[in-house]
């Protein structure tokens, strides 16, 4: 038998981003984000955590890919802030941001890579401008026409006149083609500090073997190492559904780097090293393939930054009252059930793409050179847990 053909309700990322820069000698802002009933999460994952970075302990929100990551720890970046950043820099200030007090790390925002051009076009707004030039009211207007579903952005009490606004929305999604299977198996995560979680997981278990041949087929090995003596996986990099457009997700298994950015670098050099020979690229028909869902909204201060002057010559006067980054992110298997499918009798060892422990996870738009969202999941901070009733 074949996979069910029902209609493809498969959501299983949402990640919405929401920033504010404001320059200004008052502000207050409330931010918020929804979703429209296709991309809703699986009612059965619940946010682990919907709040301020503050109340978070082992994770952190970094506001470049080349800002060193801390060991231990879950570790953030997305691309809306680096956005509105270059909003503020190109089109307002129209030279590199100076800030007293702050030189490193806007040098390291200023020379970023990360622009418009890794995002799809319909998957973000972004502008800058002066309070007095009509800012607020061109955001609203074409917030409205960009995501007519969201709520409109709220500047409240932005105040005085000749204060700037950047601002950078992103919403992207990947829908699999074919649903995943929900874990209801015991699943452990072990975090690098040797700690171990129940939470719980999808993907193609165990007892999925010699089946779903088109689910498998979805899955692609974009790397992988073994031991070569017990030919055991070391190491891998999966695509989880390699046909969606224009945006793809990727979860690899590999160290971890000083920076993010080197992390990803590794995994490229990876990739283009694996891609380069013939090798077997598509999870085996008793390949196991396990993933931790994932579901939270962190709104974030890069109080780094904040109440800082600007230096360039013109904008003396101004500093950054607010440096706010919101992120959603979800990640989980949705849809319905698959039907039984015939079973084969050939069966080579089987590999385990699991992901127990820490690994990385990307966003791209197919093609792009840098990815747009990128999360080390270190522990089991931010993973949906699983409680023991909850298992077989």
Known sequence: MSESKSPKKAQVIKHVTLLYILLAAVFLANSGCSSDKDTLPDPSIEKTYDGDSTGLKHTVILPTLDTPTPKGKNVIWCSSFQIAWNELKDNVIGEPVKLIGAEEIANLLNLAKQSRADISDKSYYATAGFVKDGIVKKIRTEMAKRFPSEPQPDFKDVSPEDAIIAYSYLAANVKFKIPFFENTKKFIFKDSQGNKTQVTSFGIRPEDDYAYQKLRKQVEIIYSLYDPDNHNLLEFAVDLCKDTKPNQIVLARIEQKETLGQTLSHLDDKIAGFTKVKFFHQIGINDILLVPNIFWRITHHFTELEEKYLG????????????????????????????????????????????????????????????????WVDNAELLSKQSLSDTN
């Not at 003396?316 to 319905?336: T, V, W």
């Open 312 to 375: 360039n010559t013109g904008y003396e006067n101004l500093y950054i009252r607010l440096a706010l980054q919101m992120i959603q992110f979800r990640l989980d298997r949705s849809g319905a059930e698959l039907k039984t499918e015939a079973k084969l009798h050939a069966a080579p060892k089987p590999s385990h793409f699991v992901c127990d422990q820490p690994f990385l996870i990307y966003m791209k738009k197919r093609g792009a050179r840098h990815p747009f969202f990128v999360m």
